[in-house]
């Protein structure tokens, strides 16, 4: 089980966050994420292995000006 934005959900063996990402759809186009107090940078967001009991957490990228 992984823990995403507060919501338990179930976790296999080579999660990644991109499958989580895709499963969790629509997600916004931009999203920052965290991965148990680690921020996520560029590819590495696509290809982290997510390990079983990870507290994940998705952040809307919003710009403006």
């Known amino acids: ?8 959900l179930p976790w296999y063996e080579g999660m990644t ?3 989580l ?3 969790k759809a629509p997600a916004p186009p931009m999203v920052s994420v965290w ?3 680690k921020l996520l940078a560029g590819k590495e967001t696509e290809t982290f292995l997510l ?3 990870a507290n994940v957490r998705f952040f809307p990228v919003v710009g403006g000006g």
Not at 1 to 8: G, L, M
């Open 21 to 23: 990402l895709r499963a």
């Open 35 to 37: 991965v148990d107090g």
């Open 1 to 8: 089980v992984i823990v995403v934005n507060n919501e338990p």
């Open 17 to 19: 966050v991109g499958d």
């Open 51 to 53: 390990p079983d009991g």
